[in-house]
């Protein structure tokens, strides 16, 4: 996992095309964008949603085979909790439609960040993300979500 500032989005452009295009998308977005997907190349798209967060979000880590996401909350804050995959058991299998696996059982190294208010996450592969919980209380937020293809 990487997580960074959209101020020093620069520093990010070196990891690849695909990944500096999600950030500048991220950079020029704003809290009155409208749901939906926006494709920002053939590689890279992003995908606005809005929720309330929780305490704990039940399906446990997610984890991707064929994208790398970038998380980050236009209007509201979330912590994200995050475990390397290897030594997880899964909780729901791989679905190959929306290319996910749920797994259970993090790491003791795990840990969390809060992204929103300019801070952003990357979530590689190997990247268990646990998304949607709240920081001091439940509150709507409104997130893109850029899925960058591999």
């Not at 259970?104 to 190997?126: L, R, Y």
Request: net charge negative; glycine share 8%.
């Amino acid at each position: 996992m990487v997580v960074g500032t959209l101020s020093n989005i620069g520093t990010y452009k070196a990891l690849s095309p695909d990944i500096y295009a999600g950030l500048e998308f991220l950079k020029n977005a704003d809290a009155s964008i409208a749901l939906g997907e926006y494709p920002i190349n053939e590689n890279v798209k992003a995908v606005v949603s809005e929720y309330k967060t929780v305490e704990l979000f039940e399906r446990g880590y997610e984890a991707h085979k064929h994208v790398i996401d970038i998380q980050y909350p236009v209007r509201g804050m979330e912590r994200v909790k995050w475990s390397d995959i290897e030594g997880m058991n899964i909780r729901i299998p791989y679905d190959e439609k929306k290319d996910r696996t749920f797994y259970k059982d993090p790491s003791p190294q795990g840990t969390h960040v809060d992204i929103g208010n300019g801070i952003f996450a990357i979530m590689f592969p190997e990247d268990g993300h646990s998304p949607q919980h709240y920081i001091t209380g439940p509150e709507l937020i409104k997130k893109i979500t850029i899925k960058v293809s591999i």
